[in-house]
């Protein structure tokens, strides 16, 4: 009964496999950068938005008990 012994083959096959996931996984990574700077710039964004409107409504309170 002879034994197998991993071969060069084998290994450059598995090294040849593993060189595109690299790549996916580093295009997923920047892909996934990039859409947490555009969250993070749309959750500003709102949070301006929601200040701005509470100060709206303060001074609409603000006016209403003046008069």
């Known amino acids: 009964m002879a034994h197998q012994n991993p071969s060069t083959s084998s290994e450059d096959g ?3 496999l593993a060189q595109p996931m690299a790549h996916e996984a580093e295009e997923r990574s920047e892909q ?3 859409q947490l700077k555009s969250s993070e710039r749309l ?3 709102y949070n301006q938005v929601v200040a701005e409107i509470r100060a709206s409504l ?4 603000e006016s209403d008990k003046a008069s």
């Not at 303060?58 to 309170?61: A, G, H, L, S, T």
Request: a negative charge; hydrophobic letters at 45%.
């Open 32 to 34: 996934l950068q990039a």
């Open 43 to 45: 959750i500003e964004y």
């Open 58 to 61: 303060e001074r609409i309170e």
């Open 14 to 16: 598995l090294a040849s």
